[in-house]
């Protein structure tokens, strides 16, 4: 052979025109259109070079007689295999070209596993030899390092493939490899790396899996030519093209998620190709296995039994669809749907609609029965006992679904088998959240239709959907009735509030009773009453009607019948129990026992009495006497509810006309101012609920000893939803100008703790509602605070002594950063914690800090409190008080003293 010419280039982007420069110089003297075509090969050689191999690549030129040899050498193993031309496939047009143009082409063996790709061009027609690969030994192109492992081959059959499915496979694999390429190429321009991860994917399917991928297409092609419909693969493979092939499916499923992702020109492998790839691919790998392993081969299935099963895969998924369409029909329907029973409704005509279903039912889990929520078509809404031998009473028991299928649902459940058709199918599935279950949903369908697995597994996904739809709706309702209690707790609040003031705004006997009646009537009352308990009779004190001409009968009543005996009815059995009495429906019968005579009888009808709340009430063995609530009609009734919120009304009616009494009985000669003052101030310090939620609570209240020095310390708790609020505080001032200014800031706390959800916002509310009724000089020291049911707490002070922390062991002071008192223009700062079981908060008013003993000097109230720790938490403030006494000897306590403690129980 002639001596050749040789230039080595680098697998760079100019490779090529260095390559076609190199040729037309060496053969200058050669015919015009040799000198062209030897361009035109070298150009596309060398490009298949610098995409699919690796370098250095070396090009020579060998003269010939009336033409040239083009050689390239490269070191890949991709051989330059000319398929038939596709229109969809970009490579393979190249070889396509040579293989026109040249008298033959070839590819040859080199050291080391590299090849060499020739071609012979003359002057001339061209494309006169047929492709000299079809017969070509792979084996020779194996890397000098493969060939040292001396690793063991198998041949390996795979079967026949259609031919033509085989080279459109195999040219979408080439297309990626090309894109992969030229990304590579483009990034080398730009002095730029792909990602890590992507030059990982495509040095797997350009180098990992080539042997087998050159072997396959070489196959292909060379059945192609012989016009073979199917290419029966044999492949001749070391172990190591096992573990090659896993890699190389892995990243063929990569690179369908860029394509889904339209990160690469290249289209998603179509789905023939893709269960072409699984299966010749997974094939080698388990019989490559097993032949090293030495053990029997594995049974593979032949190629259309692989697409058999991908369409009984396909088939299977459409069902899948089909429920999961009917599915989201249903629950698009669900979700539009509002309240409880909108949504029973709802499931029930859905299940005739899209599941063809004959009937269908819901049942909600009552204590031990299942109520029908809603039932249609077939479906059977009866109540059904938990215990009862019964299909929907065994699946809300077991939690877990039932299928019963014509007569047989009769043999199981002998109820059944007059009610349920034979030519039905009957699927029960439980409603469960979490691991409660609430209830049962029942389908029933015909016979025919869809497999009964299709319909248990579209009922129990249904029964899932339901139940959340369910608890959610149930949740919404619970949390709006919540809000609407919450409302007539808030309004009941403003209207204590509002009690309070109005209470303690006179000292006057009458003023106070014709006060109560304003109050109730007509707010929570149609009519009303005060009795008053005297020598063993109760003597009518007041009454009022909200008509006008029955508040006629009403004064008349009370004027003819003063006094009423002490029946064991009403009135008479709640001032002798001190119980109150809630009557939800007033009879005939009740008057008449109640009734002294009949023309007081009579008279009652004509007051007209449907529902009544009567409520005892006493203060401190000094007055006792009967509140009596009336609706006349039905139009308004009372509820448990009303019992406590009657009683705490009570309660400050008992203690205003207590004070007024007292008041009436010193009028004109006042010997000792104190006792009246006292009397207002108590009057407005109802004691706190023994308990509201989590929190324990407990409060004292001392007056001063000096007198007519009666001070405005004050203190109040208001219960909300998930928490309660503490008020302590103190009135600039003395007297009884003092305990009015307290009462106005007790309403206000009343009414703003119950409205606004953040503490210092209704310190800044009672700031700017207290300054009207403020002079310039006067302001309120207060402290808040609120505990909630988890624990937590939050304490703001505004210019008040701050709050103390009291652990089995410590007293800690809490919510000590100062602020202007209320009516300066507070500004509070928020103190937060949390409450462990059995701590507690004590609030407490200047008089606690300010008492000194004997010799003048301040008692240590911290130190007075760590001695009684360990007592329960009214017990502690009785033996805090009794130190103090005894401690401030004959210098008594001068100015008023006021104690709240909350302590916090736990969760519930």
């Known amino acids: 052979m002639p001596a050749a010419s040789e230039l080595v280039l680098a697998a760079e982007p100019d490779a090529a025109t260095k390559a076609r420069r190199f040729v037309a110089a060496e053969l200058a003297d050669a015919p015009e259109d040799t000198v062209s075509t030897a361009e035109l090969v070298v150009t596309e050689l060398v490009t298949n070079s610098v995409l699919h191999a690796a370098a250095p690549i070396v090009v020579r030129v060998r003269g010939m007689d009336g033409g040239a040899r083009i050689e390239v050498e490269d070191g890949g193993r991709d051989l330059p295999i000319a398929p038939p031309l596709n229109p969809h496939s970009m490579t393979g047009r190249g070889l396509a070209l040579v293989a026109a143009t040249t008298a033959g082409w070839g ?124 290419t029966d693969l044999v492949l001749t493979l070391p172990v190591s093209a096992a573990a090659a092939g896993e890699r190389y499916l892995a990243a063929l499923d990569k690179v369908d998620a860029y394509a889904r992702n339209a990160a690469l020109l290249t289209l998603e492998t179509p789905p023939a190709h893709r269960v072409f790839r699984q299966w010749y691919v997974q094939g080698l790998i388990d019989r490559l296995r097993a032949l090293a392993a030495g053990g029997p081969l594995p049974v593979v299935p032949s190629f259309p039994q692989a697409l058999a099963a991908e369409v009984t895969r396909l088939s299977t998924l459409r069902d899948v669809s089909d429920r999961l369409s009917r599915l989201q029909l249903i629950t698009g329907e669900l979700s539009q749907a509002r309240g409880v029973a909108d949504i029973a409704e709802t499931l029930t005509s859905s299940a005739a609609r899209h599941l063809d279903a004959t009937g269908s039912a819901i049942h909600l889990l009552r204590g031990a029965t299942l109520e029908p929520l809603a039932a249609g078509g077939e479906a059977d809404g009866r109540v059904v006992d938990l215990t009862s031998d019964d299909p929907v009473a065994e699946v809300a028991r077991t939690r877990r679904s039932l299928e019963l299928r014509g007569r047989a649902a009769g043999e199981r459940f002998p109820g059944l088998a007059a009610r349920f058709a034979e030519d039905r199918t009957l699927h029960v599935a439980p409603l469960v959240v979490g691991a409660e279950c609430i209830g049962v949903l029942t389908v029933t369908f015909p016979l025919v239709g869809l497999d009964e697995e299709s319909r248990s597994s579209i009922v129990t996904t249904l029964a899932d959907t339901l139940a959340q739809a369910l608890e959610r709706a149930i949740s919404s309702e619970r949390v709006a009735e919540a809000n609407a209690k919450l409302a007539a707790a808030n309004e009941r609040l403003a209207f204590i509030a509002d009690a309070s003031i109005v209470l303690s705004g006179t000292l006057d006997y009458d003023a106070t009773l014709q006060a109560t009646l304003n109050l109730m009537v007509p707010r929570f009352a149609d009519w009303c009453s005060v009795q008053l308990a005297e020598d063993g009779a109760l003597r009518m004190a007041a009454i009022a009607h909200v008509d006008p001409e029955r508040n006629v009968v009403a004064q008349e009543m009370m004027r003819r019948y003063p006094v009423q005996p002490n029946t064991d009815i009403g009135t008479g059995r709640a001032i002798r129990t001190m119980q109150p009495e809630l009557f939800d429906h ?58 406590p919120f009657a009683q705490d009304i009570a309660r400050r009616v008992a203690a205003a006309l207590r004070s007024a009494a007292a008041y009436r009985e010193k009028t004109g000669q006042l010997a000792d101012v104190r006792r009246v003052a006292d009397a207002a101030q108590r009057a407005i310090l109802a004691p706190p609920p023994a308990q509201i939620g989590p929190v324990a609570l407990a409060a004292r209240y001392i007056g001063a000893a000096a007198e007519a020095q009666v001070g405005g310390d004050l203190y109040e708790v208001v219960a909300r939803r998930g928490s309660v609020r503490l008020l302590i505080g103190d009135v600039r001032g003395k007297g009884l100008s003092a305990v009015r200014m307290a009462t106005i800031v007790l309403g206000e706390f009343r009414a703003v703790a119950a ?86 908060l004590l609030l407490y008013t200047d008089g606690a800090i300010e008492t000194r003993d004997s010799e003048g000097r301040f008692l240590n109230f911290v130190e007075l409190l760590r001695l009684e720790l360990g007592r329960d938490h009214g017990e502690l403030l009785d033996a805090v008080l009794t130190s103090l006494r005894a401690r401030a000897g004959r210098s008594r306590l001068n100015d008023d003293l006021a104690l709240l403690i909350a302590e916090y129980r736990g969760p519930a």
């Not at 195999?170 to 890590?196: I, Q, W």
């Not at 609530?629 to 448990?640: E, T």
């Not at 100062?818 to 509070?828: Q, V, Y």
């Open 107 to 230: 590819v040859e063996p080199a050291a080391n596993g590299r090849k060499i790709v020739w071609a012979e061009v003359s002057s001339g027609p061209g494309g006169a030899n047929a492709h000299p690969l079809a017969d070509l030994d792979l084996s020779q192109f194996a890397d000098a390092d493969d060939n040292d492992t001396d690793e063991p081959v198998f041949t390996v059959r795979l079967g026949s493939v259609p031919t033509d499915l085989l080279l459109a496979a195999k040219g979408h694999v080439d297309n990626v490899l090309r894109e992969f390429h030229l990304v590579t190429a483009g990034t080398d321009l730009l002095e730029s790396r792909p990602p890590p991860e992507l030059v990982e994917l495509i040095d797997t399917m350009a180098e990992d899996f080539a042997l087998a991928r050159n072997e396959i297409k070489r196959q292909a092609v060379a059945a192609a030519e012989r016009g073979d419909v199917e």
């Open 586 to 643: 007033v009879t005939p019968d009740m008057l008449a026992t109640a009734a002294v005579d009949l023309g007081h009888l009579k008279l009652l009808h004509q007051l007209g009495s449907d529902t009544a709340l009567v409520v005892p009430f006493s203060f401190q063995d000094e007055i006792a006497g009967v509140l009596t609530l009336v609706y006349a009609d039905d139009s308004r009734r009372y509820v448990p509810s009303d019992v």
């Open 755 to 840: 409205e606004l959800a953040d503490l210092p916002a209704v310190a800044t509310q009672l700031d700017r509602r207290l300054r009207p009724h403020l002079g310039e000089e006067d302001f309120v020291t207060a402290l808040l605070a609120e505990i909630s049911d988890d624990g937590s707490f939050s304490v703001t002070s505004c210019g008040h002594p701050p709050a103390l922390l009291l652990t089995d062991s410590q007293v800690i002071e809490v919510g000590s950063e100062f602020t202007l008192p209320l009516g300066l223009g507070a500004e509070p700062v928020v103190d937060t914690g949390r409450l462990s079981p059995g701590d507690r």
